[in-house]
């Protein structure tokens, strides 16, 4: 079974440009989450979609969006960046999700690392 | 304001060594305590997780320790190897409601097993 892939792998942006990250879930798995990770930091909680709905979202600005299509690939975008976006940014999908949710174990991609410039 | 602290940033243990990596929460709301390791320029993977019912989960080499009253878990791996050498995260998270998949991660802890 194929995992959890996301393009590009590296990139490279200037201050004030947009950039938009894909993700493709594991077959079967429905939900798929954004995490970005920093030195020091952690992961920190992006957001959660499921069926193409978003259910759940982080902290973080309104520059930060994401959308998920009905085959659950999903994709996150990032407006007029900033030196601070500057991360590695996770997608993990998993299984089953639904009304009857039990949290579970996340399936990370190998991540999109983004530099700004 | 980071939900779950994780100590120490990083370790270094000798072959054979036992390591220890903790993690502290405040949300009693929580009941679900993975740990994932992560390899260079690889995307975490779960490694072990526990829930509050009981205080410890042993697999392989590695233990989750939990003590509900204090709010902390903690890893242990034992006769570490060369090979166990990455970045370790403890997480946290809480099921219903609008948390859908939403995991609380530490800071990371890298360990460096020497041979």
């Known amino acids: 079974k194929a995992g959890v892939t996301q393009t590009p792998r590296y990139l490279i942006k200037t201050r004030g440009q947009q950039v938009t990250l894909s993700c493709s879930p594991i077959?079967?798995?429905?939900?798929v989450s954004w995490y970005q990770q920093t030195p020091g930091q952690g992961l920190q909680f992006l957001f959660e979609?499921?069926?193409?709905?978003?259910?759940n979202k982080g902290n973080f600005p309104g520059r930060f969006s994401g959308r998920q299509f009905s085959n659950s690939r999903s994709e996150m975008n990032v407006s007029t960046l900033e030196l601070g976006d500057s991360a590695l940014y996770l997608c993990a999908s998993s299984s089953p999700g639904g009304a009857q949710f039990v949290v579970g174990e996340l399936f990370f991609g190998e991540g999109s690392r983004l530099t700004v410039l | 304001q980071q939900q779950v602290k994780q100590s120490p940033q990083s370790l270094i243990v000798q072959k054979g060594g036992i390591s220890i990596i903790n993690c502290a929460y405040e949300?009693?709301?929580?009941?679900?305590f993975p740990w994932y390791q992560q390899f260079p320029g690889k995307g975490p993977a779960l490694l072990i997780a526990?829930?509050?019912?009981?205080s410890e989960k042993k697999e392989g080499r590695f233990t989750i320790s939990f003590n509900k009253s204090a709010k902390q878990f903690s890893l242990h791996i034992m006769d570490s190897q060369p090979g166990d050498s990455a970045t370790y995260f403890c997480?946290?998270?809480?099921?219903?409601?609008?948390?859908?998949?939403?995991?609380?991660f530490g800071s990371g802890t890298k360990l460096n097993v020497k041979p």
């Open positions: 077959s079967g798995h429905r939900s």
């Open positions: 997480a946290a998270s809480m099921s219903g409601g609008n948390n859908f998949n939403k995991f609380y």
């Open positions: 949300n009693t709301a929580f009941d679900y």
């Open positions: 979609y499921f069926s193409e709905t978003q259910r």
């Open positions: 526990i829930r509050p019912d009981v």
